[in-house]
């Protein structure tokens, strides 16, 4: 069962923008925390962004000036905004939904994940 779909990837050049979305399903519940994770092959999945069903976010210092996280409840999506991308940005974005915030990404839904590559 698909609980979370992202999109918004692709190719970008460095220095553009791109905004990222994650629908959540019905099986997801309301009050879950939100979060964007990035993959690089090879690496294990890091924290991008995070933010709670009242809007408390939190940023991985890498991206703090360049990327915000939002979501609209009622449409039960999160978004993430990137600005200034860089081609260390480059990866797998993962969507993922958690119960509380100590769990977020350890415990919860994953989604497939969306590509972004950012050229020089």
């Known amino acids: 069962q698909v609980h979370l779909v992202e999109s918004g990837g692709g190719t970008v050049q460095a220095g553009g923008s791109l905004r990222l979305s994650c629908v959540a399903s019905?099986?997801?519940?309301?009050?879950?925390?939100m979060g964007w994770y990035r993959q690089i092959p090879g690496n294990e999945r890091e924290f991008i962004a995070g933010?709670?069903?009242?809007?408390?976010?939190s940023h991985a210092d890498s991206v703090k000036d360049r990327f915000a996280i939002s979501r609209d409840n009622a449409k039960k999506t999160v978004y993430l905004q990137m600005n200034n991308l860089r081609p260390a940005d480059t990866g797998v974005y993962y969507c993922?939904?958690?119960?509380?915030?100590?769990?977020?990404?350890?415990?919860?839904?994953w989604g497939q994940g969306t590509q972004l590559t950012v050229s020089s």
């Open positions: 933010i709670s069903s009242a809007g408390s976010t």
């Open positions: 993922m939904a958690a119960s509380h915030w100590p769990t977020l990404g350890k415990s919860g839904f």
């Open positions: 019905t099986t997801v519940a309301d009050n879950a925390v």
